[in-house]
């Protein structure tokens, strides 16, 4: 790498762990002689068109360590998706800064304004080193064996079913968990670790790799109810039928839509509210109910993983080492070895952006409602340190003596 400057910045949803990866970079790029500061651009990409940076050479090690271990975006997030002109004019920032490296903390969409950015700089002969950094609860980053993010999603997942099975067993009913996942069902599928005994919720789960037929989700609701007296369900937001339609539109005439046009799946209750509708007026079941798990799963304090806390803070120092050591741009990506490790690669830039990953045939069930022992073998490892235990009282049942 050309002596200069060296910017970190973070995109998309917000993680425990995304500030682990900041950090790492930080740190480890503040040991370098030839960086002559490390800034950190506030509000991703946005930031850097405004020149909105932070001087993070200057903060104290032990404040950024405090930082580390805090869930959020630190440096605030965008979901900004730059264009070919947004890029131009992200270019003519750094190299009015001098930076010539650039580390962009983020999902796919993330690593496509970095494919596009280095595109432009070869072609003006400016020497910049780009480096995706990933991060997402989603796990759909191509490539990658797991995304730091996913992780600690998937334990407050586990933990939220866990309680809310003990919840709906204790006042029987249907249940109907709404949890993110826009094409890939990695962090719903995580609810089926939250059972122990063999009745326990959720009871059945849908992914959006499966399509999703009103007629049969009911179907499997009735017969699970017959059987247990009570049915909990775990759906991804993006459940869509064979035309690809999200359910949510199908249900309903009105629906959000974000900044970008895609339909607002995260941000409201609509698809529970639905489902739990369509239930209490095809079965005629009468307690049924219904939450959206929304932003709460992102950012949730106290839930990480310490795996993937350290995985985390790893990609961060591995990008830094990729492009101070190597002077090389890419996609750092995480790989499964042995029983449990990881290594770290650099990848190019167009292996990840723009492109979703999804759950693989092998993690579903035939019936498509559940996961299966391959898909828990995967996430076992990932959920760190031991999780919460829920336990039964196991005391005989008295005999009645007055018989009615």
């Known amino acids: 790498m050309k002596a200069g400057k060296v910017l ?45 940076f932070l001087d993070l050479t200057q903060e104290t090690t032990h404040n950024l360590e405090r930082v580390a271990a805090t869930p959020g975006s630190a440096l605030g997030s965008t979901r900004d998706k730059p264009d070919e002109t947004y ?22 969409d993330s690593s496509d304004t970095l494919r596009i950015v280095q595109e432009f700089a070869q072609k003006q002969q400016y020497e910049l080193i780009t480096i995706h950094i990933p991060k997402t609860i989603d796990n759909d980053l191509m490539v990658n064996d797991h995304t730091p993010g996913y992780p600690s999603a998937a334990r407050f997942v586990i933990s939220a079913f866990a309680g809310l099975n003990l919840d709906n067993r204790a006042l029987p009913g249907v249940y109907v968990g709404v949890v993110m996942g ?25 992914m959006p ?37 999200p359910i949510v539109t199908t249900l309903s005439r009105q629906v959000e839509r974000d900044a970008h046009g895609n339909i607002q799946l995260s941000g409201t209750g609509a698809l529970a509210d639905l489902l739990t509708d369509t239930i209490k007026q095809r079965l005629g079941i009468k307690r049924v109910r219904g939450d959206t798990f929304g932003y709460v ?49 650099l990848d190019p830039l167009v292996a990840v952006a723009g492109k979703t990953r999804v759950m693989p045939d092998e993690f579903i069930s035939a ?38």
């Open 8 to 52: 970190v910045a973070q995109g998309g949803g917000p993680t425990a762990v995304i500030n682990q990866s900041l950090v790492g970079a930080v740190l480890e790029a503040r040991k370098f002689s030839l960086v002559d500061r490390v800034y950190g651009a506030l509000h991703g990409v946005k930031g850097i068109v405004n020149e909105d």
């Open 297 to 345: 799963q992102r950012s949730f304090l106290g839930v990480a993983s310490d795996v993937d806390q350290r995985e985390a803070r790893e990609v961060g120092e591995k990008a830094c080492q990729f492009a101070l050591w190597h002077s090389a741009s890419g996609s750092v990506t995480i790989h499964r070895v042995g029983n449990y490790s990881v290594e770290y690669r």
């Open 209 to 245: 790799e499966r399509n999703f037929v009103i007629d049969g989700f009911l179907a499997d609701v009735k017969r699970v109810y017959d059987r247990y007296g009570r049915c909990v369900i775990a759906v991804s937001e993006g459940v869509h039928d064979a035309s690809g339609a």
């Open 87 to 108: 890029c131009a004019e992200i270019l003519k920032v750094l190299i009015a800064h001098n930076i010539r490296c650039f580390f962009y903390i983020g999902g796919n």
């Open 367 to 404: 019936t498509g409602t559940d996961v299966t022992d391959a898909f828990q073998l995967y996430l076992q490892p990932l959920l760190g340190s031991r999780m919460p235990e829920t336990f039964r009282l196991r005391a005989p049942i008295v005999p009645k003596v007055m018989k009615k």
């Open 182 to 206: 826009r094409h890939a069902g990695f962090l719903t599928a995580a609810s089926a670790l939250a059972r122990k005994c063999r009745d326990d919720g959720p009871h059945l789960i849908y």
